[in-house]
């Protein structure tokens, strides 16, 4: 191991990043009352007792070692040291009798925020033997881990019935009429995945780090992504009903969870159409937003799971981009270079999508045209993470975080597909071009939308 470096002051950029990081997982826990703690909003997830302890038992277990610190509380350091992914319809069983009372996880949460900060605000430096810490590696990890929390906390809060949550505006309906579909051509050219080691200093989680240059024929892609009123038509054709838009595993998926339509949605309660099929025109439907319901809004991206992307995508006579046609979209130009955002190299702003927490619910696909793409393509960050068609896989060259070696390989199982773009609650720092996120199929929880593609 190398020896101790001189004591260096931690840049204050980071550290107020990490103040706002606490600041946005800390509000969203305000919207829970006491007893909402130990509610389980997802089936495949913790409950949420588990995330009020985890975001500091990571900061403690990634930062202790490099600060010199040692843990006075090993039981909770490895209780909420890791989240959990269930495939093949394993469920968590855990009661919440299992769990530490809330009073506990606070004052375990108080204490490792005072203990790190005592070392990495201490006014004479940090001396440390790890890189990554005094490059600010290990407080990136830090903060952005933080922030993709507060995205998970979104969409479980989300799952959360309304009144075990504190009370909020109830949202207003919206009545924009979905867009007119239509495609933009896009030529063929290169996308660029991933991004340089070393590149400018800039951040990456190990599965972004790796170029590759791929070449990208031409190709048509939706110009917005697929909108409520759009997936309606499909929900009407019996879309759910046929197994011929469904591969056998998502046929199996579907039909066991009994899904007849999008997770997001749910029929209005009143006599016209309550008994009535998904399919039958008459029936209307709501949408379950964050802090009520409202009339199913049409202009809205449908948010749905790969599964159900992938058959409207059959129904349709279409495909899920891949990754690089996505790129390709989004970052190409028709000279043949590529932007950092699809508008150009400016950093984003509010003007561009709907991102870094400015809503909780999402804004019409063409809401913001300052955002498109070199192609015309709209609504690329923001609004819903976008599904593609490719499994998510290490880039040429990856290597693990030595810190964090499971971050990114533990997923590398052929059952995680690639999703680009952000949501409304996607931090602007993580909408950068390389970031790359991923799910199973068959999660319908997340806030994860699509465009589709013809070749």
Avoid at 382 to 397: A, D, I, K, R, V
């Amino acid at each position: 191991m190398a020896t101790p470096r001189t004591a260096i002051v931690l840049q204050p950029s980071l550290l107020a990043r990490l103040d706002e990081a606490r600041a946005r997982t800390d509000s969203l826990f305000d919207l829970l009352p006491p007893n909402s703690f130990y509610d389980r909003p997802i089936p495949e997830r913790h409950r949420l007792i588990f995330y009020l302890g985890h975001l500091e038992a990571f900061d403690r277990n990634l930062l202790s070692g490099a600060l010199g610190l040692q843990s006075q509380d090993t039981t909770l350091d490895k209780l909420f040291a890791f989240g959990i992914d269930p495939v093949d319809g394993g469920l968590p069983t855990d009661v919440p009798s299992d769990w530490p009372n809330i009073g506990v996880v606070e004052r375990y949460k108080r204490d490792v925020r005072e203990k790190l900060d005592s070392k990495l605000r201490d006014r004479n430096g940090v001396s440390s033997p790890e890189p990554a810490l005094l490059d600010g590696t290990l407080l990136q990890v830090a903060i952005e881990h933080r922030l993709m929390h507060a995205e998970t906390l979104a969409y479980l809060l989300h799952n959360l019935p309304v009144d075990r949550k504190t009370p909020q505006p109830v949202p207003s309906a919206d009545t924009s009429p979905s867009p007119e579909r239509r495609q933009a051509l896009i030529p063929t050219g290169s996308a660029t995945l991933g991004q340089a080691k070393g590149a400018d200093g800039a951040f990456g989680w190990d599965n972004e780090f790796g170029t590759e240059e791929i070449s990208v024929p031409s190709f048509s892609i939706d110009v917005f992504p697929v909108t409520n009123g759009e997936y309606l038509q499909f929900v009407q054709s019996g879309g759910y009903q046929d197994s011929k838009h469904w591969t056998p595993e998502d046929w199996d998926w579907k039909t066991q969870q009994r899904l007849e339509h999008p997770f997001f949605w749910s029929r209005k309660a009143d006599s016209n159409c309550s008994s009535a099929s998904a399919s039958d025109p008459s029936t209307q439907w709501n949408y379950r937003a964050m802090f009520g319901t409202m009339p199913l809004p049409e202009s809205w991206p449908v948010y749905v799971s790969h599964a159900e992307a992938s058959a409207f995508a059959r129904w349709s006579g279409k495909k899920l981009p891949t990754e690089a046609q996505w790129h390709r979209a989004a970052y190409g130009t028709p000279e043949g270079g590529e932007r950092m955002y699809p508008w150009g190299d400016a950093q984003p702003e509010s003007h561009h999508g709907n991102f870094h927490h400015q809503r909780w619910d999402p804004t019409p696909v063409d809401a913001h045209s300052a955002g498109a793409s070199a192609f015309g393509v709209f609504d690329l960050l923001g609004n819903g993470w976008e599904w593609t068609s490719t499994l998510f896989g290490p880039l040429n060259g990856f290597e693990p975080f030595p810190f964090y070696r499971g971050y990114s390989a533990d997923f590398f199982d052929g059952k995680h597909f690639v999703m680009k773009g952000g949501s409304a609650r996607t931090d602007a720092c993580m909408v950068r071009r390389s970031f790359r996120n991923w799910f199973q199929p068959h999660y319908p929880y997340a806030y994860a939308t699509f465009r589709c593609v013809e070749e």
